[in-house]
């Protein structure tokens, strides 16, 4: 008997769904078995109540005293009750006035509700903050204990009692229309059609109102679900229509009374109560399924099965100096798409790899695989990940976990997100610290100061009292590199470690990275698709495209020489421009977006985008050297098959007429940009 | 963190002052009358008329309702219209009742609830999926009748606990706790159900948090990944449900009183409102709303003692 949708009034997403293209048939809700049952059970019992006086088998207030407490026989389907009356009759005959007070609560609530939260979104913080209260108070009060006050001033009037428990449930209706109007509110469609003057209601009506569709429809069937509970809670407490009217909840106080002598007397009434409440909320879980894993996917305590992909075999290590070497390896969705295939690079101590490309290149995806820290349902699917001279790919779980920090450590792109906000840096320091090293708590702390002091934080005592959202982006970035510091690793994964700095934080976060390098002989892989930090920091590149490696090669090399079209396209889109040379009047770009894995070309997969693609870029081609000759760690090959005729001689990728620049953004991962980004900004 | 517990207390004032006035409004806005009420059929219209009079039921409403806080203030909530007994003391008799049965349904669906909800988040698979199935369907079962189950299966059928009736602490301890049993039972049910639903969608998110990836990149074993890190940020909504619940269950604790023919707040409720006794009912609501007020008011400061960002603001 919840008078509030306790979970979902906070878990429900205040982002309203993204549309979702209308296939053909029944609607999404209506496919899972959940919102199949919700839907017809309700509307069966809809229609079976409110047609009952046509069918019933017997009229509800007839006595039969012959044939009280029956079983269910011919007779009587579901049995009689205490006084012979027809139980099948009466419970359909009951079921109009729950079902419509129900529907009238939660009409009124929404009217309530929804006004009120518009009235808030619209007229900004000073109203919102009176309504806010408002609604605090209201959902504050014990709704049915006030009921009980309603019924004793105006009596058993159900349907005015009903609407006075809508008003009351009213303000959670607020709380979560609130949320979705203001982040609707906020979209810039919404600002266009305030431009182009339409007025506020018609605002809200014709844009605010339809996204909030399925978040309406969520809270509504559960609202109903809690009417349906109240309303025959209040009968069975004696206020409801009276006898010989039957009402569920009254027949269920009926069956409580018999209970010694004839349990089955609460079995068909508090049955069909039960399933028309879980209808409601089935169905509001199937309509709240939009958007949403259908179940967790369990995370996966197997070790990824070692399959080399075809025609390919894991290399044995071949270079003692290597600190890692990766061969031929092949990323991929669990019974799906490959993410990453055939990626080969090595690492020396002390030097600093670059991973650069566009978002959904596969960049980040080959950076956790090193880890094991692939997202559920993608795994490794060949090669090999050679760390010290042990293969990483099909390892245990435990051995992993034995190398994350001490071996391999890694900062992420969010420092903002990536400690933990309930937790202070002292703890988050002190934990690791005592676990890598086994030093005793005071000795931790000094270590977490002095590797602070280390990662160049001044006031470290104030810092590590200090809690994650204290701090300032630069500040939990420098933390988050102390922290992987803790375990003395000797490679350290930066994946995207500056993109969500100011420029001035960025320049000196990489700074203090490179006095890492060369103070302590760290080895660093930074994804990026930022071209300036490559060119800043990194000694060697790989520039990925499309789950390959294009073009390989020292940065330097790369960078003045770009042999792949996709590196020249990639320099460029770049906005920087190195010392005493011209600003361009234009800047190139791509056109097109990087193609979705699964539907990657066969032969070059930058052919669709590629400004000199012919007829031999279809078909597939081995990699070729480049870069001029060397030992093999420093030459570099390219992936492309025209590289002689292209790069030989000296085209460049040339810049395309303003407003063919943006790529459209459909199908981008939100949380990577895109280095093209650069071109528009 | 002062600004925070000054903000909550004054929404507690005010949450109690907007019930003393909701419930004062409904005492006025009946068709009857006070002295209707007490004086029942042998009421003449006269005898009526001469008793409101000298109850002041014909006074301006502002100055009855300041009177009723005036009474509020020191305690006093007034005489009962049926049987005219303290109003104050008979609800001081009953608020432990119902506030030990509520107390006792919160915390056992807490603790139930946090369990499921964690097992179905951090093993996934079928037994997410039963978890949230089950605990789907039980919080939709009427409270109500999930307690004649219970009282079917477990007095009639199995003989442990007694179907009904209460017996006071202060008698005997163990009768008393065997006697909240079952409602406590019944009303836990539900609220697990609640609780699991929030726990384990709190916890999948935790679980999907940077940091917890942060926490797997340093090779942070997977049990304090799971029951420290992420328990802990998932202790905050479901702190926050908890409140929320305990309002429920305690509303939900009038029809359960009435089942079990427990002697609590919301039996005085019932027996008020069948009765149309003004007085003793807005006393009723006043009561359960400091009650649940306070409640929710602990709530806040673990809450505030939990949430870092609140701790220092």
Known sequence: MSLLPPDESDAVVTEPAPPVHQRRGLPYFLRRPGGLFGASWLLFMLVASLSAPLWRPYNPAQQDTANRLALPSGDHWLGTDPLGRDLLSRIFTAGTEPLVASALTVLVAFTLGLAMA??????????????????????????????????????????????????????????????????????????????????????????????????????????????????SGLAFLGFGPSEPQPSWGFMIQDASRYVFTSPWLMVPTGLVLALTVVAANELADAIASRGSVASPVRRRKRPPVRTPAPGTTGAAATDPTSLLEVRDLHVGVED?????????????????????????????????????????????????????????????????????????????????????????????????????????????????????????????????????????????????????????????????????????????????????????????????????????????????????????GTTAAVLDDPAHPYTMALLGANPHVPEGEPVPARLASIPGTVPPPGSWPTGCRFATRCQFVQEACTTPFPAVPAHGVGTAERSGTVLCVRVDEIHDEGVRWGAEPVGAEVAPAEGRPADDPAPNAGAAR | ???????????????????????????????????????????????????????????????????????????????????????????????????????????????????????????????????????????????????????????????????????????????????????????????????????GAGMREALAQEHIRTLRAMGTPEWRVRYVHALRYASLPVAAVLGIQFIALFGGSVIIENLFALPGLGQAGQIAAAASDSPALTGVVIVATVVVVVINLLLDLVVAILDPKVRSA
């Open chain 1, 336 to 552: 799906g798409p490959a993410l990453v295939t055939g990626a080969s690079f090595d690492l020396q101590p002390g030097r600093v790899l670059g991973l650069v490309g566009e978002s959904g290149c596969g960049k980040t995806m080959t950076a956790r695989a090193l880890l094991g820290l692939l997202p559920d349902g993608v795994s490794v699917s060949g090669g090999s990940i050679h760390w010290q001279g042990r293969d990483l790919v099909g390892c245990q779980e435990r051995e992993l976990t034995a190398v994350r920090g001490r071996g391999i450590a890694l900062i992420s792109q969010e420092p903002m997100v990536a400690l933990d906000p309930m937790f202070s840096v002292a703890y988050q320091l002190v934990q690791p610290i005592r676990r890598f090293r086994g030093v005793g708590k005071a000795e931790a702390r000094r270590i977490a100061a002095e590797l602070l002091r280390q990662v160049g934080i001044v006031d470290g005592a104030r810092v590590l009292k200090s809690y994650p959202h204290q701090l300032s982006g630069g500040m939990a970035q420098r933390v988050c590199i102390a922290l992987a510091l803790t375990g003395q690793p000797e490679l350290l994964i930066a994946d995207e470690p500056t993109t969500a700095l100011d420029v001035t934080v960025q320049a000196e976060i990489l700074g203090l990275l490179r006095t890492l390098v060369t103070d302590t002989g760290l080895a660093i892989i930074i994804v990026s698709h930022d071209l300036g930090v490559v060119a800043d920091i990194c000694d060697d590149v790989r520039v990925m495209y499309a789950g390959q490696i294009v073009e390989s």
């Open chain 1, 118 to 231: 518009l009235l808030a979104a619209e007229h900004g913080p000073r109203v919102e903050r009176v309504t806010s209260r408002l609604a605090d108070v209201a959902m504050s009060l014990p709704g049915v204990i006030i009921l009980l006050a309603v019924i004793g001033a105006i009596g058993v009037r159900i349907f005015v009692v009903m609407s006075i428990l809508g008003a009351l449930i009213s303000a959670s209706v607020y709380r979560v229309m609130l949320g979705v109007a203001k982040s609707v509110r906020q979209r810039l469609y919404v600002d266009a059609a305030r431009v182009n003057g339409l007025g506020s209601l018609r605002v809200n009506l014709v844009h605010v109102l339809p996204s909030m569709g399925t978040i309406i429809a969520v809270q509504a069937a559960q609202l109903y679900a809690i009417g349906l509970l109240i309303v």
């Open chain 2, 1 to 199: 963190m002062v600004g925070y517990v000054a903000r909550r207390l004054a929404l507690a004032v005010g949450t109690v002052l907007a019930a003393a006035l909701i419930s004062f409004l409904l005492a006025h806005a009946t068709d009857t009358s006070p002295g209707a009420v007490r004086l029942g059929v042998n009421g003449t219209p006269e005898r009526v008329a001469a008793l409101n009079e000298q109850l002041g039921w014909n006074r301006p409403l502002y100055e009855q309702f300041g009177d009723y806080l005036g009474g509020l203030v020191r305690g006093d909530l007034g005489t009962s219209l049926i049987d005219g007994r303290s109003i104050a003391a008979d609800l001081a008799a009953r608020v432990p009742v119902t506030a030990s049965m509520a107390l006792f349904a919160t915390v056992l669906s807490g603790i139930v609830g946090v369990v499921l909800g964690v097992t179905a988040a951090v093993r996934g698979g079928r037994i997410a999926r039963l978890i949230t199935t089950g605990s789907g369907i039980a919080l939709s079962l009427p409270a109500f009748w999930v307690g004649i189950l219970l009282v079917y299966v477990l007095s009639l059928r199995l003989g442990w606990l007694p179907a009904t009736g209460y017996v006071p602490f202060a008698t005997d301890p163990a009768a008393w706790f065997r006697s909240l049993l079952l409602p406590v039972l019944t009303l836990g049910i539900g609220g697990a159900a609640v609780i699991a639903r929030t726990a």
